[in-house]
């Protein structure tokens, strides 16, 4: 399971700038012949730096991903009840989460590539999923990598992604919703601290 989830937040790297008007299977075709190329030509990368990692998504994938949108709906109907403060403690560990999972899978993304598959879309449509596979070398069963993605004046942006048939989200919610029933908006927060703080000092160790 966390290597499932590790590809799965690789393809959230995917994500160079969107030009206007750009249609989305052709922005998460573009954005992901550039992170692999990335990748491999990045020996820090590969290693898994977390310093590295970090400006790369704060650079080149956060602009492009709806992240408030994403956390929302990972929290489920307790974001609605939760005070701003509470939503951006949410919103900074979540992210820092997500940074921590992927951080092994980059190597990996190397000698990937990426294959899409046909858009079902209307050109009116506000919200899409772009379909694609990564191929392995040496003739390894593909993994399905898919998007939501929703449309904002002339960009689109992603607010979910897929493994396998799995929709990172939707995973999330059933854990998140367990800690809220818990112990509420302000215990999730706290067990996404530790968490990261706890994956912070093994990675440091």
């Known amino acids: 399971m966390k290597r499932l989830f590790a590809m799965l937040l690789a393809g959230m790297l995917l994500a160079p700038v969107a030009r206007a008007a750009e249609a ?9 012949t550039e992170m692999i190329d990335r990748i491999r030509d990045d020996a820090d990368l590969q290693a898994g730096r977390l310093d590295k990692m970090s400006g ?8 492009h991903v709806d992240f408030q949108r994403m956390t929302a709906l990972a929290v489920g109907r307790g974001w609605s009840s939760a005070s701003p403060e509470q939503q951006k403690r949410l919103m900074t560990e979540f992210r820092a989460l997500l940074l921590r999972t992927y951080a092994g899978a980059l190597a990996s993304a190397k000698d ?11 050109p009116a449509d506000k919200e899409v999923v772009v379909r694609s596979e990564v191929l392995q070398p040496r003739g390894g069963e593909p993994i399905q990598l898919d998007y939501r993605l929703s449309r904002s004046n002339d960009s689109w942006k992603i607010f979910d992604v897929s493994v396998l048939g799995v929709w990172l989200v939707q995973t999330y919610r059933s854990q998140f919703a367990q800690e809220i029933g818990a112990s509420g908006i302000d215990g999730l927060i706290r067990s996404l601290a530790e968490k990261n703080r706890s994956s912070g000092e093994a990675g440091r160790s």
Request: glycine share 0%.
């Open 24 to 32: 989305p299977d052709a922005l998460i075709r573009r954005m992901s």
């Open 112 to 122: 990937q590539t990426v294959r899409m598959k046909p858009l079902r879309a209307n």
């Open 56 to 63: 790369l998504v704060d650079a080149v994938v956060m602009p």
